[in-house]
């Protein structure tokens, strides 16, 4: 019956001309072999008007070759069914990873435009897969069969992961609750849409102009030069300008003695997309969290979070909540002295003000380590001039594992400000190549994050490069000064490098067996922050941007002695932010309900302290609402604990750099994808489970 379905969405397809090019309209880029360098994609030939035409077209090949794999004849094996699955849908996976991406990085009311025309029908296509009863019937006999047939530690692995997908997409299901789960996913593809517009329009919408120049004071002077020069490219006459990206709020939260104006500016951070307009998210969370608790109910879950949890490290809700719990008393305590430290500094200076709120704690918090330690953070940043940095992570990578970057000109790019590198292995074959995107501007979502245009894989026994790319949002070059980042921006740089090198190092097979846990892949990323504060590292690329002067050891020293200063304050706020996460996604019932009453319930139960907010509140975190971190915010904090283990293993050698241990880490790790259980690749990795204590001790708790 469903191949008789199948059979007639394939002949209106291809009744409608799908793919089908007219006489005076330029190739579809998507339609031709790529010449470019590396397998990148030409982005200056791919225009908005091809996006749809090569979905639609990628949907009727991978549609007909899922009709011939369900109409073979022969008994299912691995290779005419899991490997044809996986062989199926290749130029649908080039456009959506195009599309996907772009609408990340460089987006616009065009491409939101075919977004919201397009993810709807993706949906239904990909229910069509999942949920074609022959097709399953095929990849479970391949599962039954898989202890006996003749495959490999991998191809064992993704015959399970194939199984267990189709099953929890609702492949078991009987036709009416698969109906309902086609509604619930179309509706869903919908709201997480709007989620994360609107959070881009809202967060664009706001301006702090500031017309007086006294109400600059405090501010640094690249500080304020960036924002002048903000003004400046808004046609804003003799007027400074600050956003709500990080490399301008944060610095203004820092450093701006004009209270009122730091309140202005926070509230306006706080309420992204909670404002009386358009581009309120409240009705929408409401939306997603219940369809997901409908949708796990259905797949026979108790919530949303069991059925997430069930294919993580973590297993189950109670294992998070207990890790939660085993931090929580230590951090709310240590965020109190923390408080209180920072009132009774307020109360020695002039400053009039009855209490520590929100807005004020990044404001004195700097004061306080400045009165403790005799450092202000701003000292450091001309020491951190980006492209130092970004020398010293390919010096690290390099001491670690023996590989080389490139700088490559000439190669496409989606947007000027992207710079492209190859990768080269340590014995000079080709590893990879690593597109970079580093500033703020109005067409990339916020945040720092790292993906792939091109998933490392094998194809006719030969690799196929993988095109990596890493996105963030640091502080810009100004006219005067070149981009100068925060410690925390350094320390974000290493991170999203680790993510970098998981998928430049990636050796598995298939691409099926590349993704691996939400709770698994931070520690590659997170490992990668360790080295950024090592002495020895910093004095490799912290170098004033001026003068070359290495970074003194005065300021190493000062910045290991504050290293555990403020840590009750981000234990807190993250924290709160992903119990938060938890909550929604352990929610029994599927009523309406107001997300705004729910948090502030929430974190009243938890004991927040009314001075820190969480690192995320409902309207804005795009993480678990349109970013794929439902029910797996925690995974930060999970990954804390391997990748705090990890790192004692190079400590324990006495060497940072240990090229042994470097080498496991790569081949037990970083190599393997999902190619094994992760607790055992760890184990493989480390000779034992991970241990907490490490983590409590790096966070000073």
Not at 318 to 339: G, H, M, N, Y
Request: include cysteine.
């Amino acid at each position: 019956m469903k191949s008789v379905v199948y059979t007639l969405v394939l002949v209106a397809i291809a009744a409608s001309g799908f793919g089908q090019k007219s006489k005076n309209m330029p190739v579809n880029p998507f339609f031709t072999e790529w010449k470019t360098p590396y397998g990148i994609p030409p982005f200056e030939s791919i225009k908005n008007e091809h996006f749809i035409p090569a979905f639609q077209l990628g949907m009727k090949q991978q549609k007909e070759a899922i009709l011939a794999i369900v109409n073979s004849k022969e008994n299912p094996t691995f290779k005419n069914t899991i490997e044809a699955v996986e062989n199926s849908g290749k130029l649908l996976s080039r456009v959506s990873s195009v599309f996907s991406n772009l609408r990340s990085a460089n987006t616009g009311p065009e491409l939101q435009k075919i977004a919201t025309e397009i993810l709807p029908i993706l949906s239904a296509h990909s229910d069509d897969v999942n949920l074609n009863p022959f097709l399953f019937q095929r990849i479970e006999a391949v599962y039954n069969h898989r202890t006996t047939d003749p495959l490999n530690e991998e191809q064992l692995r993704l015959v399970e992961v194939y199984y267990k997908s189709f099953v929890r997409s609702g492949a078991k299901l009987d036709e009416a609750k698969q109906e309902r789960m086609r509604t619930i996913n179309k509706e869903m593809s919908s709201l997480t849409l709007r989620f994360g517009d609107n959070l881009l329009a809202d967060n664009n919408s706001f301006l702090l102009i500031i017309d007086k120049s006294e109400d600059l004071k405090g501010l640094p002077v690249s500080v304020v030069q960036a924002a002048k020069e903000e003004a400046v490219a808004r046609k804003l006459v003799d007027k400074w300008v600050f956003t709500l990206n990080k490399p301008s709020l944060i610095p203004f939260l820092q450093y701006a003695e004009n209270r009122s104006l730091r309140e202005q500016i926070y509230k306006g951070y706080l309420n992204r997309a909670n404002n009386m307009n358009e581009f309120n998210n409240n009705k929408i969370i409401s939306q997603i969290v219940n369809l997901r608790l409908e949708k796990a109910k259905l797949l026979g879950y108790e919530n949303h979070a069991t059925y997430v949890l069930e294919e993580n490290m973590a297993k189950n809700p109670q294992r998070v909540f207990d890790l939660f719990d085993q931090i929580w008393d230590f951090a709310i305590s240590r965020a109190k002295t923390e408080e209180a430290d920072m009132f009774n500094l307020a109360k020695q200076s002039s400053d009039k003000i009855d209490k520590i709120e929100s807005w004020d704690w990044w404001y004195y918090a700097e004061k306080v380590r400045k009165d403790k330690f005799n450092l202000d953070a701003e000292e450091l940043r001309p020491y951190f001039k980006l492209e130092n940095v970004r020398d010293g992570i390919f010096w690290v990578s390099k001491q670690l594992y023996g590989i080389k970057f490139t700088a490559v000109q000439k190669t496409p790019k989606y947007h000027a400000d992207v710079t492209t590198y190859q990768v080269n292995d340590k014995d000079g074959k080709l590893l990879g190549v690593l597109m970079m995107d580093f500033f703020p501007r109005a067409s990339k979502r916020g945040g720092a994050w790292c993906t792939s245009y091109q998933p490392a894989h094998y194809q006719n026994g030969k690799r196929v490069t993988p095109v990596v790319s890493l996105v963030c949002n640091f502080t810009k070059p100004t006219s005067d000064k070149p981009s100068l980042l925060n410690m925390d921006e350094v320390e974000t740089f290493f991170h999203e490098f680790g993510h970098a090198l998981h998928g430049l190092f990636s050796n598995c097979q298939y691409k099926g067996s590349i993704s691996v846990p939400r709770d698994f892949v931070e520690l590659p990323s997170q490992i990668m922050e360790h080295w950024a504060t090592e002495p020895l590292v910093m004095k490799h690329y912290a170098k004033h941007y001026l003068t070359g002067e290495v970074l003194p050891d005065v300021l190493i020293e000062k910045m290991q002695k504050s290293a555990k200063f403020n840590q009750g304050f981000a234990t807190v706020e993250f924290l709160s932010a992903a119990y938060l996460d938890m909550m929604y996604h352990t929610k029994p019932l599927d009523a309406p309900f107001d997300p705004s009453v729910f948090e502030t319930e929430m974190m009243k139960n938890r004991g927040l302290i009314s001075s820190i907010v969480p690192r995320y509140r409902s309207t804005y975190f795009q993480h678990i609402f349109a970013g794929g971190y439902s029910a797996g915010y925690y995974s930060y904090l999970w990954s804390e604990v391997l990748d705090s283990d990890a790192f004692e293993a190079f400590e324990e050698t006495g060497d940072i750099f240990n090229k042994k241990v470097a080498d496991d880490f790569r081949k037990k790790i970083l190599e393997r994808g999902n190619t094994r259980d992760p607790l055992q690749m760890y184990i493989d990795f480390r000779g034992k489970e991970p241990d907490i204590k490490p983590l409590l001790k790096n966070r000073g708790l």
